[in-house]
């Protein structure tokens, strides 16, 4: 079931928030070849998924791969989050990953942080910049001692991508 008549659907947030609006282009179709219980799947996801037709599906799927795609490429502004847990009454991890942080103080925007329990820490932090940078700075963070669990997610500043 879809939402209500007049609700506000993810895409239309998307695209009141993308600043400036970008033009809307006009559709292209294109005919692609696929056995019949690949596209019989694909439907069942798109209903599951509650998009409006396959169109819409299918062209969620190609954004995310190229999102995904660009951050094998070094010189591509990307955006992100890198979250850590971590037990700051270990020994110097907390001035460790401050110092990681002031490092590369231009790639990031926010930080987050949470006092989980007594012990354990959540850190969210969100970064924009060149794809390599980034890796490097999460795999910095990641691997300092202390760090429990990490992980950088990554997604797209929304420049050059059409919705
Ligand atoms: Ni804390």
New binding site residues.
């Given amino acids: 079931m879809g939402p209500p008549k007049g609700a506000l659907t993810g895409r239309e947030v998307f695209l009141r928030c993308d600043r400036p609006v970008m033009k809307r282009e006009s559709a292209t179709r294109f005919s692609v070849s696929l056995p019949p219980s690949l596209l019989k799947q694909l439907d069942q996801m798109t209903r599951e998924k509650s998009y409006d037709n396959r169109s819409l599906a299918i062209a969620d799927m190609i954004r995310a791969h190229l999102v995904e795609h660009r951050q094998s490429f070094g010189e591509d502004e990307i955006a992100g989050t890198i979250t850590l847990v971590y037990d700051?009454h270990k020994m110097h991890v907390q001035e460790t990953l401050t110092d990681i942080q002031h490092d590369h103080h231009d790639l990031i925007v926010s930080a987050l942080?949470?006092?989980?329990d007594h012990h354990?820490?959540?850190e969210v932090l969100v970064v924009r910049g060149k794809a390599a940078r980034i890796k490097k700075i999460a795999d910095e963070l990641i691997a300092a001692k202390g760090v429990k669990h990490g992980k950088l997610t990554v997604t797209t500043t929304g420049k050059d991508l059409p919705t």
């Fill in positions: 700051h942080h949470v006092h989980l354990n820490c959540l």
